[in-house]
């Protein structure tokens, strides 16, 4: 499940394909072999040391876009800012769903639509948590 599971490092510059569909993504620099099984996941995320904030993680090789290498990308749920370069703490609450492969970049930003409301409704219920409130 990869409940409570914190990984962290610094942002950098990725193919900003994210952005086009209204998802722009914080690419973290973290080692693949700390990462858990692919798949969509929720998730509190903290910029620069900063408060928790509920962000959606994804983790893998971004089929739809023939991605090769395995990486974590978050999307920070209510924020419009620029994080490159950034030092990102990003804390796996739950898993949604499980990677795949869409058929469109239309599909996808669809499904992602999905997935922030039920990451939504998770972090709701994760937040009151004695393990939240003291990360």
Not at 11 to 37: K, Y
Request: proline share 4%; aromatic share 6%.
């Amino acid at each position: 499940m990869a409940n409570g599971l914190r990984i962290a490092g610094a942002v950098r510059h990725g193919q900003q394909i994210g952005r086009t569909i209204g998802f722009p993504t914080a690419n973290v620099g973290a080692d693949p072999a700390v990462l858990p099984e692919d798949g969509i996941y929720a998730s509190f995320s903290r910029v620069d040391g900063g408060p928790l904030v509920r962000s959606v993680s994804y983790v893998g090789r971004r089929p739809t876009v023939d991605g090769q290498d395995r990486e974590l990308e978050v999307f920070i749920l209510d924020f419009n800012g620029d994080l490159y370069d950034r030092h990102l703490e990003t804390i796996l609450v739950a898993r949604v769903r499980g990677d795949r492969k869409f058929a469109s970049l239309s599909e996808l930003k669809d499904q992602i639509q999905k997935d922030c409301a039920v990451a939504r409704s998770l972090l709701a219920e994760a937040w009151s948590s004695p393990e939240v409130c003291a990360a």
